[in-house]
């Protein structure tokens, strides 16, 4: 993906990204403090938000093969099982036999598969919203806080999902989080934005252990990996 001269103002603040490559088939780290304006380059690159200027030129996937899990995820007020068909549903897509139970006996859910999904607690809310992304196939994951309310275990068996995803699918993610060892650990870059700009942009050893910038350094400091 390959951003070029994207403008947005929202509320206070002006997003400005004169040029931001996203290198296909690698995880990328979104870092920057409360505010910066991290999901909303999120949305902008969902195309769920229009741009005020500037290009995002999606390269091979389009729109429709990117996915966002959102930090609050949203549920449909139905059951565990029908929220993860959901989205093979509307792209008119049938679930291979035994597809379902794989998918939720990987995030702990099968037994709960016919209970109402928006009663689930937090954590299981996340595992359902992060399966239900995939489910689909998405060239494209963006992954916004989604793995906060996670119990350690959890985290642990996510994060080797995730490797284990990305070896076999090949496919590109972006992973906005706080906690610096979870960026360090799973990805392969690293971007820095502060005041809706991105300030560094480099290999994660780099841009942890090395930062150029002063900013970077303050914040890297604050969060000792
Ligand atoms: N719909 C909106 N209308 C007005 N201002 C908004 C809107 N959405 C976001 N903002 C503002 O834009 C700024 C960036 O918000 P954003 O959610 O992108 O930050 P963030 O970097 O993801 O923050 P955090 O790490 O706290 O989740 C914030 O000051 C927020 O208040």
Not at 59 to 73: H, K, N, S
Not at 103 to 123: I, M, V
Not at 142 to 158: A, G, Y
Not at 161 to 189: M, Y
Request: with cysteine; net charge negative; glycine share 8%.
């Amino acid at each position: 993906m390959i951003i070029t001269n994207l403008e947005k103002r929202i509320g206070d603040l002006t997003i400005s990204i004169p040029e931001l490559g996203l290198e296909s088939g690698k995880i990328h780290g979104l870092l920057g403090g409360n505010g910066c304006g991290k999901s909303t380059l999120a949305k902008l690159l969902m195309g769920a938000m229009d741009l005020d200027a500037g290009q995002i030129d999606w390269e091979d996937c389009g729109p429709r093969d990117i996915t966002l899990m959102a930090q609050r995820p949203y549920l449909l007020k139905r059951t565990v099982l029908e929220n993860l068909t959901y989205p093979l549903d509307i792209r008119h897509i049938k679930p291979e036999e035994g597809e379902m139970e794989k998918w939720l006996t990987q995030a702990g859910l099968w037994e709960k598969r016919d209970q109402y999904a928006p009663g689930l607690s937090s954590g299981e809310r996340q595992k359902l919203s992060f399966i239900r992304s995939l489910v689909f196939k998405p060239r494209f994951v963006i992954i916004d806080e989604t793995l906060s309310n996670l119990d350690p275990e959890s985290l642990v068996q996510f994060e080797d999902f995730i490797h284990h995803w990305q070896e076999k699918e090949h496919i590109t993610w972006l992973i906005i989080s706080h906690q610096l060892a979870q960026i360090n650990d799973l990805c392969d870059q690293v971007h820095f934005m502060e005041k809706g700009r991105i300030i560094e942009s480099g290999d994660t050893e780099q841009v942890i252990f090395n930062p150029r910038t002063e900013t970077v350094s303050r914040y890297m400091q604050c969060q000792r990996v």
